[in-house]
């Protein structure tokens, strides 16, 4: 995600240069949709290796065909005018907010100490959305805003690695 964000800045600031009329959007897009494509087809080829037979992998199921769809459908917003294409791309970061910040209050009420760093990683990204909303007819401040967003998604990967698990190894 690092690596992405970091080319979608070094391709605005390229066609800025350049005084190019394209923009990083089509960049953006086939991020996108990549990596929801690729995220649907690793879910369905789990459920039918190993998650058919566990209890609630149906739920897997379900999972990989919406990706799947999602990034479908993402294909097809270069057909589209930009503004459709960004509102979609603003909803999904609203909503990766919104299940963080979710998640992080359950994690509260659970008595959890990884709730902070959830709420923190939620309210950012619901805010990204809004400040892309906002400057939704400026394509470079929304490239700029996406490509922070995609840093911010993959030090939130990282930190996650590493933060301690609660799993008991028997040896």
């Not at 690793?42 to 609630?56: D, E, K």
């Not at 609203?94 to 910040?101: K, P």
Request: aromatic fraction near 14%.
């Amino acid at each position: 995600m690092i690596l992405f964000g970091v080319l979608v800045l070094v391709w605005q600031r390229y066609n800025i240069s350049n005084s190019n009329d394209s923009n990083a959007y089509v960049a953006i897009l086939l991020i996108l949709e990549t990596a929801l494509m690729i995220s649907g087809i690793q879910q369905l080829i789990y459920y039918f290796t190993m998650a058919r037979n566990m209890v609630g992998g149906i739920y897997i199921f379900y999972k990989g065909i919406l990706l799947l769809d999602a990034g479908l459908f993402a294909m097809s917003l270069d057909e589209v005018p930009e503004q459709y294409g960004m509102l979609y791309l603003i909803a999904t970061m609203a909503f990766s907010g919104i299940t963080a910040v979710i998640h992080a209050i359950e994690a509260k009420r659970m008595q959890s100490g990884r709730w902070i760093h959830q709420m923190f990683y939620g309210s950012v990204e619901f805010l990204s959305a809004i400040v892309c909303l906002i400057f939704l007819n400026k394509g470079e401040i929304f490239e700029i805003v996406y490509s922070v967003g995609l840093f911010h998604a993959g030090a939130h990967r990282i930190l996650a690695a590493f933060r301690p698990s609660s799993i008991v190894y028997i040896k």
